[in-house]
């Protein structure tokens, strides 16, 4: 999949009685490590959105005015401001740009990315980023991500602009697959582990997300058990995220984009029966069974984590803190054992040493599952799904 990806804040300045705006961006793979080499040109749409009420929002573009060609490095271009948007940033309010390709391609939906094949040709997700007026330039150094869940539910993801300042710090494509085929229900490509992951969702409990980033899989797991509440279940659900230090400002972020669209919260993140908690767990530690205190203060209905097994230097400190956490299961008298459910899109042969660790310390694998994610211009890849469990 693809991604629009702003390499600079939007430029504002005053032309006349309007305003000229300027854009700066790429469209590349997750990590930023592929641009996009499509086969014909895509078009693309630049569309202004002046405020909650405006729905439809005005095109700064015509058709065919901005697209993206074979070879193409980046976009730079110029868009005078209509009316609206004009008189909107000279009255100091906020305008949201979003940029993105042909409905047909738009991966600004659960629906879209689960329901993909490997036959299909690719999808680029949508940015939405702020403007201002000149005179109120935000030091704002964040774009977002908007994907539509079913019941009108919306999971609103900021990342950095530009360079990331850690690869914790942007949208990556297992977490976002992992969300999508939970959102749409467990029979994308036909499997069962999406179905399982559901059901343990739908009984409650406590779900521990490792590595969360900026929060994709965590807070979309939120929202999944949300909208099961008063229908499936409701049963009481904790979600933790953890990650190192440098991720926290991200993802606490997040949650607070996240919590104004379930379905009641209130001050402590209690949110209609579920409960949103962030802490740093460095996995050196974690293996060493050092937890803080959310960690350690209860046992662990899921664990979860997406996108954690590139690097392969960390991997015995991943499964170590696995480990720990289910003697901790174990020693709490959980029943039915610790269950992980792993997310990821695989990058390179060396991955699979996260399953010989697994396979090593005594971890089953209940059921496996892939979703298709053809690459636009490229070989279609894979997200891969796994379930384990530990006795």
């Not at 909650?52 to 095109?59: I, L, S």
């Not at 659960?110 to 949508?126: F, K, N, R, S």
């Not at 029979?187 to 521990?208: K, T, Y």
């Not at 046992?299 to 991943?318: E, K, Q, R």
Request: aromatic fraction near 4%; charge should be negative.
């Amino acid at each position: 999949m693809h991604y629009v990806r702003c390499l600079r804040r939007p430029k504002v300045t005053p032309s006349r009685a309007t305003y000229t705006i300027e854009l700066l961006f790429i469209i590349s793979t997750d990590l930023g490590d592929s641009l996009l080499f499509p086969d014909e040109p895509i078009d693309l749409s630049v569309t202004a959105y002046t405020g909650p009420e405006d729905a439809k929002g005005t095109p700064l573009a015509s058709k065919g005015q901005v697209s993206w060609k074979t070879g193409q490095r980046v976009v730079k271009q110029d868009f005078g401001t209509p009316p609206t948007v004009t008189r909107a940033l000279s009255a100091g309010k906020t305008v949201q740009l979003r940029i993105g390709g042909p409905g047909s391609s738009s991966a600004d939906s659960a629906h879209a990315v689960a329901g993909c094949t490997a036959e299909d040709d690719g999808l680029i997700m949508p940015l939405w980023v702020a403007v201002h007026h000149p005179s109120h330039q935000h030091e704002e150094h964040v774009s977002t991500r908007k994907l539509r869940l079913p019941r009108g539910t919306t999971l609103e993801i900021a990342e950095d602009i530009g360079e990331p300042k850690s690869l914790a710090r942007h949208v990556w494509d297992g977490g976002l697959a992992a969300v999508c085929g939970l959102a749409e229900g467990g029979d994308v490509s036909g499997g069962p582990c999406l179905r399982l992951v559901r059901e343990m969702i739908a009984r409650g409990g406590n779900i521990l997300e490792l590595g969360c980033g900026v929060g994709v899989l965590g807070l979309g797991t939120a929202l999944v058990a949300d909208a099961m509440r008063g229908t499936l279940t409701t049963a009481r659900t904790s979600v933790v995220m953890t990650d190192l230090e440098d991720a926290e400002e991200q993802v606490r972020s997040n949650m607070g984009r996240v919590l104004p669209r379930l379905s009641r919260h209130d001050e402590e993140g209690e949110i209609g029966g579920i409960e949103l908690v962030y802490e740093n767990l460095d996995w050196e530690d974690g293996s060493r069974g050092r937890f803080g205190p959310a960690v350690a203060s209860r046992s662990w209905d899921l664990i979860m984590l997406s996108d954690c097994t590139y690097n392969v230097d960390v991997l015995p400190a991943l499964v170590g803190t696995l480990e720990a956490l289910h003697a901790a299961n174990v020693a709490r008298g959980l029943n039915g054992g610790t269950r992980v459910f792993i997310a990821t899109k695989p990058r390179h042969e060396s991955e699979t040493e996260a399953f010989d660790l697994l396979n090593t310390k005594g971890w089953s694998r209940l059921t496996e599952q892939t979703i298709p994610l053809p690459v636009m211009g490229e070989e279609p890849q894979r997200v891969e799904l796994y379930l384990y469990e530990r006795r």
